[in-house]
Each structure stands twice: as structure tokens, then as C-alpha cells.
């Protein structure tokens, strides 16, 4: 059974930097496609980006450039660097298994302005 745990997030002003971080359980990570997406209240849930075995990375065209995903196989762990943040960068970020179709708890994410 594979366990996704998120990390990272919290309060930061506009402008700045956070580095969410997801941990996943179970094996043959390195051949799993991994992906971050966002919920923001009253919306629904959409791709923020995401990245396969081969470190090929999709993103989200409102966040392209501002933020980056990346992996370390050693740990199990799949990242999201979101710099320059929005306030409508406020949303629960949710890791996601895409061969398992499994999902972390989430981490909430809030951008003052």
C-alpha cells in the first residue's frame, strides 16, 4: 500500500517562497509517475504539475516559470519549489501517485497580500 505525506506548507506574503515536499511509501518510486495539484475553496482540483521516471516535467500554464518540480529516488521524494507566490497561489496542495491513483493528506498553502 503506498502512503503519500505532504509537507512544507504555510503562511508566507506575497512574493515569497515555499518548497512543499511529499514522502512516498511503497515500492519502485523511481518508475512512478508523481504529481502536485491544488484545491482552492469553492474550486475544483487541478494539475499544478507533474513528473515522470524520466524527470520529464508537465506544469500548469499559470504556473510556468514560478514554480518547479523535482524528485530525489533515493529518498522517496517528490518536491514543488513555488517561488514568486500569489495570493491565488492559496489552495490545499495534494500530492498524487499516478500509478496507484493514490492521494496525501494534503498541505494548505496561504499567500497573504
Known amino acids: 500500500q503506498v502512503q503519500l505525506v505532504e509537507s512544507g506548507g504555510g503562511l508566507v506574503q506575497a512574493g515569497g517562497s515555499l518548497r512543499l515536499s511529499c514522502a512516498a511509501s511503497?515500492?519502485?518510486?523511481?518508475?512512478?509517475?508523481m504529481g502536485w495539484y491544488r484545491q482552492a475553496p469553492g474550486k475544483q482540483r487541478e494539475l499544478v504539475a507533474r513528473?515522470?521516471?524520466?524527470?520529464?516535467?508537465v506544469y500548469s500554464d499559470s504556473m510556468k516559470g514560478r514554480f518547479t518540480i523535482s524528485r530525489d529516488n533515493a529518498k522517496n521524494t517528490v518536491y514543488l519549489q513555488m517561488n514568486s507566490l500569489k495570493p491565488e497561489d492559496t489552495a490545499v496542495y495534494y500530492c498524487h501517485d499516478e500509478a496507484t491513483d493514490y492521494w496525501g493528506q494534503g498541505t494548505q498553502v496561504t499567500v497573504s497580500s
Open positions: 513528473i515522470n521516471r524520466y524527470g520529464t516535467t
Open positions: 511503497g515500492s519502485r518510486f523511481s518508475m512512478r509517475t
